[in-house]
């Protein structure tokens, strides 16, 4: 053995880690640049249109996100317009009310104006000499009277003689007469009217009992 072979298996003896290093590194296959490059611009290659389309739903989902609110604030626009109406409208047919109960009582006192002229005109010959004439012009106010209230729909409730109706007629007392029905009126305390159909004031009688 020379005496360089003996130095170098000397050297391999004292550091035995930098010649497996040395031949480890030799095996190793070399990388090229440029395939270290591509990797990430694949990466985005194929990224970039999935990207490019959860952007694009992005935007269409504002849009009509936009085009609901539009289509919110339209109804709210149209819901307060209603409302407004509404309101208007009440004031109004409350107005109308008030007009035609005040038109319906100005008529009906005009109408009972020219009968307060005849009573006071009957009351200041009170002290007239001829009491039939007196009694005449009293009764002659009296059909005046109740002529106005007739055009004003009031009617009086028929009850003397009439079988006795809860719905009309309001028993006070108790009759027996057998020449009268059972359950007919015999008397009658207070007359009863109707407005235009509606009782107001039902009639007060005697009811006959057998």
């Known amino acids: 053995m020379t005496d360089d072979e003996t130095l170098d298996l000397n050297e391999e003896l004292d550091n035995p880690e930098s010649s497996t290093e040395s031949k480890s590194m030799d095996e190793i296959p070399e990388v090229s640049a440029d395939s270290e490059l591509n990797e990430p611009e694949a990466i985005e290659e194929i990224a970039e249109p999935e990207v490019l389309q959860v952007e694009d739903e992005i935007d269409k989902l504002k849009e ?3 085009d609901e609110k539009a289509k919110s604030d339209e109804l709210k626009d149209r819901m307060l317009r209603i409302q407004a ?3 208007n409208y009440k004031k109004r047919t409350q107005r109308e009310k ?3 109960a005040e038109y319906t009582k100005s ?3 005009k109408k009972l104006l020219p ?3 005849n009573f006071d005109l009957a009351l200041s010959h009170s002290s007239t000499d001829n009491p039939e004439a007196y009694k005449k012009g009293v009764e002659l106010v009296s059909k005046q009277l109740r002529d106005v209230l007739d055009s004003e729909g009031l009617k009086e409730i028929e009850a003397e003689g009439k079988e006795f109706n809860p719905n009309y007629h309001h028993g ?3 009759d027996q007469n057998p020449d009268v029905e059972d359950q007919h009126v015999t008397e009658v305390f207070q007359k009863g009217y109707e ?3 509606k009782v107001i004031r039902p009639s007060m009688v005697k009811v006959n009992q057998k």
């Open 64 to 66: 009509e996100l936009k």
């Open 85 to 87: 109406d509404f309101e």
């Open 98 to 100: 008030e007009d035609i």
């Open 107 to 109: 008529e009906l006192l």
């Open 115 to 117: 009968v307060l002229d």
């Open 172 to 174: 006070v007392a108790v």
């Open 195 to 197: 407005l235009n159909g």
